[in-house]
């Protein structure tokens, strides 16, 4: 009986996981669609709002993972709510990935390859960047 009775007390703690997940996702996811009507625009061919997602999500899991492995001031809830929520729902690989295969399909290389180039070598940087941001914290 103790068995069943750990499985309820952890199907409860997952649940919750769950849900600061859902909820982060959905602000992050939010947020992107905010960005993206700004910023996306069609006669610019280069989708400037998702790139900038992928950067402010890549900066933000970088400060608050690096702080999280800084101090541990973190709590296991607050890093699943911003971390792979927030950040998950925020940022847009799928749709950077989607909108690249329409520049090429489109043959538009002249707006590919600088899109995808900022997109990675900003993204990582940001990564790096909210690394150091934490250490300064």
């Not at 009775?5 to 997940?21: E, P, S, T």
């Not at 061919?45 to 973190?74: D, E, F, Q, R, W």
């Amino acid at each position: 009986m103790p068995k069943l009775l750990n499985f309820k007390i952890d199907k409860n703690r997952y649940m919750k996981q769950a849900l600061l997940v859902f909820v982060g996702g959905g602000f992050g996811s939010v947020a992107r669609y905010f960005v993206g009507k700004w910023l996306n625009n069609v006669e610019t061919a280069i989708p400037y709002g998702t790139m900038l997602s992928n950067v402010l999500g890549s900066l933000l899991i970088g400060i608050v993972l690096g702080y999280l492995g800084k101090t541990g001031n973190m709590s296991q809830s607050q890093s699943l709510l911003l971390a792979t929520g927030f950040c998950g729902g925020f940022t847009t690989f799928s749709s950077f990935a989607f909108e690249n295969h329409l520049l090429i399909k489109n043959g538009d290389y002249f707006s590919f390859l600088p899109y995808t180039l900022m997109s990675l070598i900003l993204g990582f940087s940001a990564v790096f960047l909210g690394l150091y941001i934490s250490k300064l914290l």
